[in-house]
């Protein structure tokens, strides 16, 4: 099923809600009549049942844009729910918090980049929800209230977090880190954004204050044993760091896949690797089980209520380092979502005129969904390309206080966050790595959104910690969505139908388009005798007049059509790369072709693995491949698959591991993609 697409129009009469406090009272919006939803949730009991219609009605906060229609999700692929969540392998370690029985795919909630997105607080909370300390097996915590450590008693006090975060031990190894006016996006966009510049502290990353505000509140007993955690890169460096500074050892669980400019960096710092499985799910479980066995504390990245109270000081630093009274906007990155829940508990306690919004890429929308839902969910896959927020499920403390306090969250793409990290580049000459700059997007997309100017705006940089063999994909991502547009072609096959495409692309006063980018191969064969394909790239912003006076003298020309696949990421990231004719077979076209997007983690290897249960079985009619640096890989994959043998061919892959994912072309993007391979 296609995902909804939530009309800007339906918008354009809202305002983000103007400054109000905490207390005032809630506006329920009008119900939305989308699909409820097919998502899928395991059951204690075999079997599953139907995920229930969403909630009559959600709660925003007062005067916030309406609530959009929720995407209705897709049942994942079995694989999908293995790779999820197998509680199973969990149980058998050591116990761990009830899992959130609901699983969504990411693909099917969508939003225009830069709306804000409502917070529903009518969902009654889920068991599933409430804060427990990893590893925790004390009966009194078990019940539906969680954690009931006296440790832990302030979290629940309505001035808990401000004095903790007043208190917190991060300075002995944390920097406070300078806010800094961007001069040439301020001017872009026509208000005042200030970059809090956490990219500056000792491991280039926000996460040694959480780190180190935990693992100072620990005994010497539990020093001596040791901590443990799992990561795949910044917190892992800030929990080696604090380990070092407090002299204690610190196990660090890595995926096999971890880049090793992060396994050198955190043994640097004095940590001990350990790489296991080839997920951050395999490594986390296996810290778990370690940490019972050993006598290990075990440090949260995010749902600690410690960890939340040391990345608040970011918030503190922020409220001193301007005049609190002429902000109107913090945004922040989610990932896990310690950070800004810890960000928005000291800014609602002591201004809380001040709009705290979180940010998230569409491909790891998790607290998103299950904001908008009114209960957690996981994710069935992620998008690793901003790999510090990929996380399939929220903390259940942050969730919690974000749930509370948030004003709401808005959504960016890839494209989106690489053009900031060029944005940030050109500021600072400092490349952030992209979860650094999902803040500064979403602060972006916001203002655009929204048309708004001469508002005062704070934006996160939370870490730099840059693989350089992904600035390749970095680079081709920047301005495609934003500066730059990309049309899928089709002109008649004629002398100078190229020439008179050209000559269509001029500005509204008559100024020649910037071409980026232009791919065309003849072909005479597979039915496309007669017209030609071209994929174009010039440096307008889609949507803008300019692209749609554009597309419409293209699709008003006999012959002509041209459409705007700017935001398709598999056009960006395969596609651009591809031009070459469809598959033939004694010069007809193959009518039992299927073409898979299969993403699994980037190691040596995979493409190995991937294609040994399916070669030499069925023909492969289509491979294409990119290193990319991230935490993950999409590859491109064309077979001959007869109807009559695709259940043999679904039971051939269940011999892979769950860490590779297939799925079928949409509808949108097969037909864009046969119109060129």
């Given amino acids: ?30 119900a939305h009549s989308g699909s409820a939803g097919r998502a899928k949730r395991t059951a204690a009991a075999p079997g599953s049942k139907s995920a229930p219609p969403a909630p009559a009605a959600a709660a925003a906060r007062t005067d916030s844009p309406p609530a959009p229609q929720e995407a209705a999700p897709v049942p994942p692929n079995p694989q999908h729910a293995a790779a999820a969540a197998d509680p199973s392998a969990a149980a058998a370690r050591q116990p761990l918090a009830p899992a959130p029985q609901l699983i969504v795919s990411a693909e099917d909630f969508s939003a225009p980049s830069g709306q804000l997105l409502p917070i529903n607080v009518l969902h009654p909370p ?37 004095k903790q975060i007043l208190t917190a031990k991060v300075y002995r190894i944390a920097q406070e880190t300078p806010l800094q006016e961007a001069r040439q996006l301020s001017k872009q966009l026509g208000s005042t954004i200030l970059l809090k510049r956490e990219d500056l502290q000792p491991v280039r990353s926000f996460k040694v204050r959480g780190a180190y505000n935990r693992m100072s509140r620990l005994t010497q007993e539990q020093l001596e044993k040791g901590v443990i955690c799992s990561s795949a890169g910044n917190h892992a460096q800030g929990v080696a760091l604090a380990a070092r500074t407090l002299g204690c050892s610190a196990v660090i669980c890595m995926p096999t896949n971890s880049p090793q400019i992060k396994i050198d960096a955190v043994r640097e710092l004095g940590g001990t690797v350990e790489l ?41 630093e922020i409220l001193r380092q301007v005049d609190m009274d002429d902000v109107d906007f913090i945004f922040v990155p989610i990932g896990g979502g310690g950070m800004i829940a810890g960000i928005a508990a000291v800014v609602k306690s002591l201004k809380p005129q001040i709009q705290v919004i979180g940010v998230e890429p569409t491909g790891a929308n998790a607290m998103a969904q299950s904001l908008v839902r009114g209960e957690r969910v996981t994710l069935s896959k992620v998008d690793a390309f901003a790999d510090g927020v990929a ?37 600072t000459r400092t490349i952030l790595e992209p979860a650094g700059a999902v803040a500064v ?18 934006a996160v940089t939370s870490g730099a910690n840059m693989n350089f063999d992904r600035l390749r994909l970095v680079s ?37 388009i910037d071409i980026t980018e232009l ?50 990421d598999l056009a960006q990231v395969h596609l651009r790369h591809m031009i070459g004719g469809p598959a033939l077979r004694d010069g007809a076209g193959i009518a039992e072709e299927r073409i898979f997007k299969v993403d699994y983690p980037e190691h040596v290897g995979m493409l190995h693995r991937l294609l040994s249960p399916l070669s030499p079985r069925w023909d492969i009619t289509l491979l294409h491949f990119r290193k990319t640096g991230n935490r993950s890989a999409t590859a491109l994959l064309g077979l001959r698959l007869p109807e009559e043998e695709v259940a043999d061919f679904w039971r051939a892959i269940g011999e892979l591991s769950a860490e590779f994912s297939f799925t079928e072309l949409s509808e949108r993007e097969s037909s864009v993609f046969h119109m060129f391979i």
């Avoid at 099923?1 to 109000?20: G, H, I, V, W």
């Fill in 1 to 30: 099923m296609q995902a909804l697409d939530f009309s800007r129009k339906a918008s354009t009469t809202c305002e983000p809600r103007p400054n109000r406090r905490r207390a005032a009272p809630l506006v329920l919006c009008k």
């Fill in 126 to 162: 889920s068991p599933a929800d409430v804060y427990r300390c990893i590893g925790c097996t004390k009966p009194e915590c078990q019940g539906p209230s969680g954690c009931v450590s006296a440790e832990m008693a302030w979290r629940r006090e309505g001035d808990g977090y401000l």
């Fill in 276 to 316: 296991v499985g080839e997920s951050f799910f395999e490594a986390q479980v296996h810290a778990q089980a370690r940490a019972a066995a050993e006598g290990r504390v075990f440090i949260s990245a995010y749902d600690d209520p410690f960890t939340i109270a040391g990345q608040g000081t970011i918030g503190l």
């Fill in 391 to 427: 996380i399939k499920l929220p903390g259940a403390e942050p969730f919690r206080l974000c749930r509370e306090l948030l004003d709401g969250v808005t959504l960016v793409d890839n494209s989106a966050i690489s053009t900031a990290i060029k944005d940030v580049f050109n500021e």
């Fill in 441 to 458: 997007a979403g602060a972006k997309a916001f203002l655009q959104y929204y048309g708004l100017e001469g508002k005062r705006v704070v």
């Fill in 476 to 512: 081709e991502l920047v301005d495609v969505g934003s500066a730059e547009v990309m049309l899928a072609a089709s002109v008649p096959d004629r002398h100078g139908a190229i020439v008179q495409l050209l000559e269509m692309a001029t500005m509204p006063d008559g100024r020649p």
């Fill in 519 to 568: 791919k065309y191969r003849y072909t005479d064969v597979g039915g496309r005798a007669g017209t030609a394909r071209i994929l174009i790239g010039l440096g307008v912003a889609p949507g803008g007049r300019p692209c749609r006076a554009l597309l419409e003298r293209i699709n008003g020309e006999d012959g002509f059509f041209a459409t705007d696949i700017s935001d398709m």
